[in-house]
């Protein structure tokens, strides 16, 4: 993504990180949002990074506006094989998307697990049922919390 914002597929991976960085952070002050720094597209722990759960929730009703987000994040796994022939499979960490996790939650629609030192337990989950969309933003939690909360959230917001 970076190559191409800069226009240069050529361009080394540092310039190119730093480029999709820049943009990030363009794009959340478009949106309208003044509590969040990105300094890292991978949203590990690093200096001068945060953000909020109400900037992580306007973030979420953006990237679901486009349906490669949500086929992506809706998934329980996805495989790749590559020119080179390996053939990997990933796996979700979302259990709202895997059926059969004890989280499974047949209106989930995905979005994003996340644990780092700083942050904690994170779960950034969406829902949809009929003309309604739920956006859930779970931060700083347990192993288990982030699940609970995330299924209670989401649940009411559903079917109220």
Request: proline share 1%; glycine share 10%.
């Amino acid at each position: 993504g970076g190559k191409l914002i800069l226009g240069d597929m050529n361009a080394d991976v540092k310039k190119a990180i730093n480029a999709f960085v820049k943009r990030m952070n363009e794009k959340v002050k478009e949106l309208g949002l003044k509590d969040t720094q990105f300094k890292n597209p991978d949203g590990y722990d690093a200096e001068g990074q945060y953000t909020t759960a109400y900037d992580m929730g306007i973030i979420s009703m953006e990237a679901i506006k486009y349906d490669i987000i949500r086929e992506i994040t809706s998934k329980d796994r996805a495989r790749n094989i590559f020119l080179s022939g390996e053939d990997v499979t990933w796996k979700t960490t979302n259990r709202l998307v895997v059926n059969g996790s004890g989280s499974y939650y047949k209106y989930a629609i995905g979005l994003k697990t996340g644990t780092s030192s700083l942050a904690g337990r994170c779960l950034v989950s969406a829902a949809e049922k009929e003309d309604r969309q739920i956006i859930s933003v779970v931060m700083n939690s347990t192993a288990t919390g982030r699940w609970n909360d995330s299924l209670t959230l989401l649940k009411y917001g559903i079917e109220h």
